[in-house]
């Protein structure tokens, strides 16, 4: 069973930068990939950014690229995601996921993965 944990959040005004981290624990499972979700008041949950942890490809949501970066420590089993020049809009909660292979959906389709964290509030001031 994998278990994520997400930290990092905070309040920020417009500009600003914050980095949220994902810790990675558990066995019997395997972690290849890792997207950053996020979930707004009253929206649908959104995709912003992918990892493959053991390759480092990436993707990103077109609302963020440019402006967020996704990585990750292997040997520190930890997921980050570096976000600036942070936009009223960019606040949400943030959750981390994770899974084991690719497998029919895609990287940003949140039905892909099975393990989820409990998310990180982020919130962004004018």
């Known amino acids: 069973q994998v278990r994520l944990v997400e930290s990092g959040g905070g309040s920020v005004q417009a500009g600003g930068s914050l980095r949220l981290s994902c810790a990675v624990s558990g066995s019997g499972s395997t972690t290849n990939y890792m997207t950053w979700f996020r979930q707004a008041p009253g929206k649908e949950r959104e995709a912003v950014a992918y990892i493959s942890l053991s390759s480092g490809a990436t993707s990103y949501a077109g609302s963020v690229k440019g402006r967020f970066t996704i990585s990750r420590d292997n040997a520190e089993n930890t997921g980050y995601l570096q976000m600036n020049s942070l936009k009223p809009e960019d606040t949400a909660m943030y959750y981390c996921?994770?899974?084991?292979?690719?497998?029919?959906?895609?990287?940003?389709?949140?039905?892909?993965?099975?393990?989820w964290g409990q998310g990180t509030q982020v919130t962004v001031s004018s």
């Open positions: 996921a994770s899974r084991a292979s690719l497998g029919t959906w895609g990287v940003f389709d949140q039905r892909g993965y099975k393990s």
